[in-house]
Structures are given as structure tokens and as C-alpha cells.
């Protein structure tokens, strides 16, 4: 059993970085591809980046390419997900989640359905 629990959410401006984390209990951890979705009032829950469990390979979202980098650190059991020169759009609920069956990532990193644990969300609001 994992639990996740994500922070770092808040308020920033247009432009803004912000900066979330997610920490994990559980010493399997380290075996997990680690992802960030979102979801933003009225819309459904969208992948927004994944990590393998090295931390060597990572797959992003179209929309955040660029502008987020997903991290971790096995050793802290923590993922982070750095967010730079934010959009209004990017306000939403961001969630941490965990596959205990995947090597790598990839496309098929996107589907919610492959993850076994969430978090319970942190919120990013960012105003124009």
C-alpha cells in the first residue's frame, strides 16, 4: 500500500513558477512510474507528466512540454513537478499518482486507468 499526498499548491500570477510536491509512504517506492495529472472546474482529469523509476526518463503532456519538469528523489520518497511561465489555463487541481506495473513511460502513461494510488490533490490557481 502507497499513500500520496501532494503540496505545494497555491496562487501565482500569469508568467509565474510554482513548484508541487508529492510524498510517498511505503518502501516500494522506488519501483513506481510516478505521474501528475489535473483537473480543472468542469473539465475531466488529464495527464500532465510521468517519471520512470530511475528518473532517467520522463514524458509530458503537449500542453506543459517545455514549461514543467517532472523529478523525484527515491531517497526522500518524494516527486516533484517544477511549473514555469504559468498560463490562467494551467489553474486546476493538481493530483499525484502511482503504477506499480509499468518499467518506462510513455503514451500509454496518459490513461488513468493504469494507476494504482492517488493522492488527494493540491489546488493551483493562477490569474491573469
Known amino acids: 500500500q502507497v499513500q500520496l499526498v501532494e503540496s505545494g499548491g497555491g496562487l501565482v500570477q500569469a508568467g509565474g513558477s510554482l513548484g508541487l510536491s508529492c510524498a510517498a509512504s511505503?518502501?516500494?517506492?522506488?519501483?513506481?512510474?510516478m505521474a501528475w495529472f489535473r483537473q480543472a472546474p468542469g473539465k475531466e482529469r488529464e495527464f500532465v507528466a510521468a517519471?520512470?523509476?530511475?528518473?532517467?526518463?520522463?514524458y509530458y503532456a503537449v500542453s506543459v512540454k517545455g514549461r514543467f519538469t517532472i523529478s523525484r528523489d527515491n531517497a526522500k520518497n518524494t516527486v516533484l513537478l517544477q511549473m514555469n511561465s504559468l498560463k490562467p489555463e494551467d489553474t486546476a487541481v493538481y493530483y499525484c499518482?502511482?503504477?506499480?506495473?509499468?518499467?518506462?513511460?510513455?503514451?500509454?502513461?496518459?490513461?488513468?486507468?493504469?494507476?494504482?494510488?492517488w493522492g488527494p490533490g493540491t489546488q493551483v490557481t493562477v490569474s491573469s
Open positions: 499518482a502511482a503504477d506499480r506495473g509499468a518499467y518506462g513511460v510513455g503514451v500509454y502513461s496518459t490513461m488513468e486507468g493504469r494507476y494504482d494510488y
Open positions: 511505503g518502501r516500494t517506492f522506488s519501483s513506481y512510474v
Open positions: 517519471i520512470d523509476w530511475s528518473g532517467g526518463t520522463t
